[in-house]
């Protein structure tokens, strides 16, 4: 199972949130069910993804969810379309700096 989560860092009332995303929806909701985390709570905005709470964040790691950065979840949350774009803009980058 390909799912991901970040690190802790949003303050919500007395929680601290992360997001969960994962390389497929199937995934996401099944990582979701798994820990407990209600359908309801899901964000299909632009990067669908889970916003966890610390606690939540535990259990998901020890159901094999894996730990990266923002940057990471950002990477994964992707549609095929921005990174196709993202790749075409670092080579671009590369060819001028060379």
Do not use: N
């Not at 299909?44 to 979840?73: C, F, N, V, W």
């Not at 992707?78 to 060379?98: D, I, N, V």
Request: glycine residues 6%; charged residues 25%.
């Amino acid at each position: 199972m390909s799912v991901y989560v970040g690190p802790s860092l949003y303050p919500f009332g007395r929680m601290i949130m992360c997001h969960m995303v994962a390389d497929s929806l199937e995934e996401l909701h099944t990582m979701a069910d798994r820990i407990g985390i209600r359908r309801q709570w899901f964000q299909d905005t632009r990067h669908p993804h889970y916003d966890i709470s610390k606690g939540k964040r535990q259990l998901a790691i020890l159901a094999g969810a894996m730990e990266t950065d923002e940057r990471g979840i950002l990477e994964v949350s992707m549609t095929s379309r921005e990174r196709k774009w993202l790749a075409e803009l670092l080579a671009a980058q590369t060819t001028e700096a060379a």
